[in-house]
């Protein structure tokens, strides 16, 4: 077994790292990875079922987990094929290990630090947005970007971020996510943006702002039936926490 004494260059050819989870976390375009504990990584129990995915996962693992270095005697090609697959399995690895309470705790951090961006939609006032699967199947669909406030999905605004698979974030995070803490759940914003010419409703837009607004009062009364707060002017991102004493009273 090797030494983790080896160097790994980063995609700008600048920076180096000793290790090869720095090395990938470090890349242009992995912005939106946390770094899984090499504990949960070497565990075979986590890696149930990920051998139809990817083959040879025991040398996989030593590569990630720097047990071992890619044989700079094989071929190019076969050492391009190592490394993309150490990649993929590292990335599956990761959805699994961000509904983990120590993944969860990790990915709170990355949410409070918008690394993932904020919603565009005007109403919802930059809340976070959090990543997440169409399926948990890799090579089906790229990640999407799911908003709190207005619960919608986004395509990731930079062209590296669109091309991720989604079954590395998984179908469940988001959910898990917020279950996990509640009070980042953001207040619900019910405004409505009417479209006007000279204050006066556009024709076209009548019907569909009627069923727009009417939605809105069906949504105000299922907030208030949950005891969900809502309001016009709320900023997006974090509600504040709720006094479960004082709720109780």
């Excluded at 697959?85 to 309470?101: E, W």
């Amino acid at each position: 077994m090797t030494s983790r004494q080896s160097e790994y260059v980063s995609d700008s050819g600048s920076d180096y790292t000793e290790y090869w989870v720095d090395w990938f976390l470090g890349s242009r375009g992995n912005e939106y990875f946390c770094d899984v504990d090499l504990e949960y990584i070497t565990d075979r129990f986590n890696l149930t079922g990920l051998n139809q995915y990817v083959d040879r996962i025991g040398l996989l693992v030593d590569i990630i987990t720097d047990r071992t270095q890619i044989s700079e005697t094989q071929p190019e090609e076969a050492r391009a094929r190592l490394e993309d697959n150490a990649k993929f399995l590292y990335a599956l690895i990761h959805a699994r290990y961000i509904i983990t309470s120590r993944g969860l705790s990790k990915m709170l951090e990355k949410y409070r630090n918008g690394d993932f961006g904020y919603c565009p939609r005007v109403n919802c006032k930059l809340t976070p947005l959090l990543p997440v699967g169409l399926s948990d199947k890799p090579r089906v669909a790229s990640v999407k970007l799911y908003c709190p406030n207005c619960e919608d999905l986004y395509n990731p605004k930079s062209s590296r971020h669109s091309s991720i698979d989604g079954a590395f974030f998984g179908t469940s995070f988001p959910a898990m996510f917020l279950q996990n803490y509640p009070e980042l759940v953001p207040t619900h914003n019910v405004d409505v943006y009417i479209p006007k010419i000279f204050g006066f409703q556009l024709h076209t837009q009548a019907q569909l702002t009627r069923w727009r607004l009417l939605k809105r009062e069906q949504l105000l009364k299922r907030l208030e039936g949950l005891k969900i707060d809502y309001g016009k002017e709320v900023p997006g991102g974090f509600a504040e926490p709720v006094d479960e004493v004082a709720g109780a009273k």
